[in-house]
């Protein structure tokens, strides 16, 4: 869970600066605090919503309060029949630089056993995003940092600024890789540079970390935001079953043979062509014109 809790004046940078100068269309803000206090902030738009962890002087390191508004905000998108994508990024000149490290210290200078912050915040926060019924982007906009990181790369598809950085920063402090570091960081990397990441904390660049996998893409800093907001839009258009169902059959695939993945891909397609948006697909097909996707299961 490293990371965090880096205070002081900072420039407003590129990607924010795009992103202040983009008309807003909000449908609904969520949060009582003000903005400015709220560690999370919910933007609903049409089909989609907008996460932004917002605590842009600690480079968005978590705390509790960041945690739970973090939780809300997920399962409020999860309930709501309306959204069909999540875009994740955070406020500011960082992504996220992991846990507030000044959380994990007692009042006479102690540090925490750690352990139950995973399974009551981190564990669980992992879990979601992989197993959101709908497409999870995340626009890494600054530097990703120990849990901020791998929370990041838990999303389905990553776009990184092109002055974006990922550091598995935890051996720094005494810890190992969590968020489901080890897991994916070899999945995605191969064990090789996988240990190199892990074993020295060396920060990697945005544009590397796409030339090795790790990332979907790197954007110049001025484009990040108005290619993440497009990928979403194009996510509400999309057949929003089929894509649960390619992410559950792609997680599942690390665990399988090739006959469990068989029959998983069976019972998959079937759950898929019982859906409105496969009919629909195939007339429009057939009709040579784009297909009108809704996104809904089969009544």
């Excluded at 003000?34 to 705390?63: C, D, H, K, S, W």
């Excluded at 029949?81 to 000149?93: F, H, I, M, N, V």
């Amino acid at each position: 869970m490293a990371g965090g809790g880096e205070c002081g004046r900072q420039a407003i940078s590129p990607v924010r600066r795009a992103t202040m100068a983009r008309p807003n269309p909000v449908v609904e803000l969520h949060e009582e605090a003000p903005m400015e206090e709220a560690p999370v902030l919910v933007e609903r738009r049409a089909g989609y919503r907008v996460i932004t962890l917002n605590r842009p002087r600690q480079l968005n390191a978590f705390n509790e309060a960041m945690h739970q508004a973090l939780k809300r905000a997920l399962a409020e998108a999860e309930e709501d029949a309306d959204c069909r994508a999540l875009l994740l990024t955070g406020a500011g000149r960082a992504f996220c630089a992991g846990q507030d490290l000044r959380d994990r210290m007692t009042p006479d200078g102690k540090t925490t056993v750690l352990g139950d912050a995973l399974d009551t915040h981190y564990n669980p926060l992992v879990r979601k995003l992989r197993t959101l019924p709908f497409p999870v982007v995340a626009a890494v906009n600054g530097v990703a940092a120990g849990a901020g990181a791998n929370i990041a790369l838990a999303c389905d598809i990553v776009l990184a600024a092109r002055s974006a950085t990922f550091v598995q920063a935890f051996v720094k402090i005494g810890l190992i890789p969590d968020c489901g570091g080890t897991w994916l960081l070899p999945r995605l990397v191969g064990p090789a540079r996988a240990r190199g990441l892990a074993l020295t904390a060396e920060p990697l660049p945005a544009d590397k970390a796409e030339a090795w996998g790790l990332i979907w893409k790197t954007l110049d800093d001025l484009e990040l935001m108005a290619q993440a907001h497009q990928l979403c839009v194009h996510f509400t258009a999309a057949p929003t079953v089929a894509l649960a169902l390619i992410k559950r059959a792609l997680d599942e695939a690390w665990a399988n043979d090739l006959d469990a993945q068989l029959d998983l891909e069976r019972e998959s397609q079937r759950e898929a062509s019982l859906t409105p948006d496969y009919a629909e697909g195939m007339r429009a097909f057939l009709q040579k014109r784009p297909p009108v996707f809704t996104g809904r299961r089969a009544p």
